[in-house]
């Protein structure tokens, strides 16, 4: 009777411990291959704990790993022409926080920007990823799961230079005015209803792709280009680890690196952005401020926008 006694708390533990086991912590491996250093910023979701670092540098050829705890969910960003004023305040021209710190400390990215965004150990078990263009774009971005299985288990992400082919009403200029550093939405450029899926547009049968988000689409046919954008911009996979690499191909970083800086510097220049209230609506979260329009007809700057993008479009293939 004793050694039923003792048998019983040694199967608890035994079976506790396999239990344990078998919930493993996901590692992202983050890679700057741009010809320019980038800020990378780091938002977990609420009610998840926070990763180890929400903001640091990574200087060219760099790379990264950062662990994930058990169900983690967030997004990461890169931010780009970063620097430090004579205050000691940082701030960056595109992905900038708002935290006036190298640390984003909670703080989510100002658009626009491209976003890795992740929900681990979801439905089923599975990690649910996503790269999404609903907030813009501000630089390429290849998403690389690592060992997983499942049938919709593959890369994702949006490596063409979008910046110079950006629509010009959609177009973010360089602090000189001489070259694009990033691309706005249509819902953050015009705030319109019929862009943003709000109002009469908040459903996804009248919330239709825009000439705009077409734009994004063409270019990068896997990243999210408008709120109800699922079907094809969603991802899963079971046991997986991930690579993020900004500027996944050689074409993508030459020509964002005009005018970047190495390190930060001392400047008295502040973001040109302020904060937004558009939040990226999909497969993962939803909000009523999220970018989509109503319409299929192309505007003769989309269509300028296509055209551009254009040559650039098969280096998506060759990495996918």
Known sequence: MAQATYIAPICVLILL????????????TIVN?????????????????????TGFTLQRG????ITAPTSWGGRF?????????????????TGDCGSGKLECSGNGAIPPATLAEFTLDGAGGLDFFDVSLVDGYNIPMLVVPQGGTGQNCTNTGCVVDLNGSCPSELKVMSTDGRDGVACKSACEAFRQPEYCCSGAYATPD????????VVFKTA????????????TSTFTCAKAEYTIT?????????????????????TTTTSPFINSTMVYEGALEESAASPSTC??????????????ITLAIWWSWQLF
Not at 35 to 49: E, F, H, K, R, T
Request: charged share 15%.
């Open 17 to 28: 411990h396999s239990f344990i086991s078998g919930l493993q912590a996901t590692t992202f």
């Open 33 to 53: 291959k741009c010809d320019y250093v980038v800020w990378p910023g780091i938002l977990s979701n609420a009610g998840v704990p926070t990763l180890s670092t």
């Open 62 to 65: 760099e790379t990264k790993t």
């Open 77 to 93: 960003w890169g931010r780009t022409h970063c620097s430090q004023d004579s205050t000691g305040k940082f701030s960056c021209l």
């Open 206 to 213: 009248t919330c239709k792709p825009s000439s705009y988000s």
């Open 220 to 231: 990068c046919p896997r990243a999210y280009s408008y709120a109800y954008d699922d079907k």
């Open 246 to 266: 900004f500027c996944p191909s050689p074409n993508t970083s030459q020509k964002s690196s005009q005018g970047q800086n190495t390190e930060p510097t001392t």
């Open 295 to 308: 319409t299929h007809v192309f505007g003769s700057h989309a269509v300028a926008g296509i055209v551009g």
